[in-house]
């Protein structure tokens, strides 16, 4: 059962995609919405401010803090109002948090807290992060926070159908249950993506969510494409057959991600429709 629901937000354009489809899900689900906003700290303390606030002849970083701090503050409630607003306008039970910290901690502890986490695929501030060895906020939130999170795209559109990528892991098999759980409640038609070359593994593969299958009563066709994992869920994404797409987050060691990367990390930042993840 999904009662709560945390999204962070930050007042771009990609945190408003978010606050959109969380509006949606959470209307279909009876669930509450929680907006977090973050102060990151990394703009308020450290020693860029006070090296730019040295060289270019301002007043010391003591004098500018509280000024910073301010319109931090400021900036935040006008953000959460307007979440609230938007809450208010679906329909939508909605409270509002607000933190300073390191944005995907913060995120993460407040998430203990909620059963879901939805979460924009860039942030206001996703130039901060860029470079990271092991990608944006996003990734450090699904990897750690122990709960599904939904990654959202660019733009919103209604979800009517639901995809989910299955290759047998004991993730793919938690995505499983989520998929069927959403397909069956929603009443969205459930597309399962096996990607494969190798045909007694997409024969078994086929029979394991087929046996689990049995006990729900959902519109489900299953599909075996052949290549590289993180390339065919893309193209199939591409094809517009669904709108919403579930997976197993991070099915490898962290040793083969970094020299390679990885078919999580890969969709989560090229993906057009929301991803639900789960680890």
């Not at 937000?9 to 669930?31: C, F, H, M, P, Q």
């Amino acid at each position: 059962m999904i009662k709560t629901i945390l999204i962070p937000i930050d007042g771009s354009d990609y945190g408003n995609t978010a606050i959109d489809y969380g509006v949606y899900i959470a209307k279909r689900l009876e669930a509450r919405l929680t907006g977090l906003h973050v102060m990151d700290i990394r703009l308020i303390q450290g020693p860029v401010i006070t090296d730019i606030s040295g060289s270019i002849g301002l007043p010391p970083y003591q004098e500018l803090y509280p000024i910073i701090e301010k319109g931090l503050e400021e900036r935040a409630d006008v953000i959460l109002k307007a979440f609230e607003e938007r809450c208010t306008r679906g329909g939508i039970p909605a409270e509002t948090r607000k933190a300073v910290g390191i944005i995907n901690e913060a995120i993460i502890e407040e998430g203990k807290n909620h059963d879901w986490i939805i979460l924009a695929q860039r942030g206001e501030h996703f130039h901060i992060a860029k470079g990271g060895i092991l990608g944006s906020t996003a990734e450090a939130v699904v990897r750690n926070a122990g709960k599904p999170v939904l990654v959202t795209p660019q733009s919103y559109h209604d979800i009517e159908s639901i995809g989910l990528a299955y290759d047998g892991s004991p993730p793919a098999q938690h995505a499983l249950e989520l998929a069927v759980f959403l397909a069956d409640k929603m009443a969205w038609p459930l597309t399962i993506l096996i990607v494969t070359d190798d045909q007694d593994r997409a024969a078994k593969c086929s029979k394991k969510a087929e046996t689990y299958l049995e006990a729900f009563q959902i519109d489900c066709e299953m599909i075996v494409m052949g290549g590289k994992e993180d390339r065919a869920i893309l193209q199939f994404i591409r094809e517009g057959a669904v709108e919403l797409i579930v997976m197993g987050a991070y099915g490898r060691n962290r040793l083969h991600e970094l020299f390679i990367g990885s078919t999580t990390s890969q969709v989560i930042r090229k993906s057009t429709i929301p991803v639900l993840l789960t680890r």
